[in-house]
T-cell receptor
Framework: AQKITQTQPGMFVQEKEAVTLDCTYDTSDPSYGLFWYKQPSSGEMIFLIYQGSYDQQNATEGRYSLNFQKARKSANLVISASQLGDSAMYFC?????????????FGSGTKLNVKP | SQTIHQWPATLVQPVGSPLSLECTVEGTSNPNLYWYRQAAGRGLQLLFYSVGIGQISSEVPQNLSASRPQDRQFILSSKKLLLSDSGFYLCASDRGQETQYFGPGTRLLVL
């Protein structure tokens, strides 16, 4: 069965420093997609970054990068130069296998607090 | 890019009352549509998804139901709300392998 694990319920980071949010996943299918979303206090889920299981390079989107280690089944999100507006909940998610790709599996989330 | 609308934004309902939450999508056609529920401080629980008009798959047995009367319209309903139905309801849309895009959500409080 597919599963996403985020082991950090909450984290603090100093403004302008980098922070890594952990995510591990479990799947037996070689084809899958990994996603990170940001959820500010308003509640809306904002897509940040995507990594495909066959992608050779780690995904990057501005200050966001995904440290993809396939053998370890980890997909950590790295936020460089943290800003106060980065304070939010962050969710790691995985799209289901090819035979059930309509399913998204979400982790329990990590609450990030950026300190001035 | 697609835009997802949800209404109402906030709803307070008594136990035993009916429910109807609506989600509409703009900027795409033939999307897959999803309803999620999020309890306070928790992750997202997939409730229903639909790959086309009239096609609904239920993930969790409960007193909720979903319908898709039009290609870009997805409705979440209940005949009688329970206290445990309180939460934040998110509608999402995608086109297969792409990322899911989410609406602004509806906060439901059942008293």
């Amino acid at each position: 069965a597919q599963k996403i694990t985020q082991t950090q319920p909450g984290m603090f980071v100093q403004e302008k420093e980098a922070v890594t949010l952990d995510c591990t996943y479990d799947t037996s299918d070689p084809s899958y997609g990994l996603f990170w979303y940001k959820q500010p206090s308003s509640g809306e889920m904002i897509f940040l970054i995507y990594q495909g299981s066959y992608d050779q390079q780690n995904a990057t989107e501005g200050r966001y990068s995904l440290n993809f280690q396939k053998a370890r089944k980890s997909a950590n999100l790295v936020i460089s130069a943290s800003q106060l507006g980065d304070s939010a909940m962050y969710f790691c998610a995985m799209r289901g296998p090819r035979y059930n790709f309509n399913k998204f599996y979400f982790g329990s989330g990590t609450k990030l607090n950026v300190k001035p | 890019s697609q835009t997802i609308h949800q209404w109402p934004a906030t709803l307070v309902q008594p136990v035993g009352s009916p429910l109807s939450l609506e989600c509409t999508v703009e900027g795409t056609s033939n999307p897959n549509l999803y309803w999620y529920r999020q309890a306070a401080g928790r992750g997202l629980q997939l409730l229903f998804y639909s790959v086309g008009i009239g096609q609904i798959s239920s993930e969790v047995p409960q007193n909720l139901s979903a319908s898709r009367p039009q290609d870009r319209q997805f409705i979440l309903s209940s005949k009688k709300l329970l206290l445990s139905d309180s939460g934040f309801y998110l509608c999402a849309s995608d086109r297969g392998q792409e990322t899911q895009y989410f609406g602004p959500g509806t906060r439901l409080l059942v008293l």
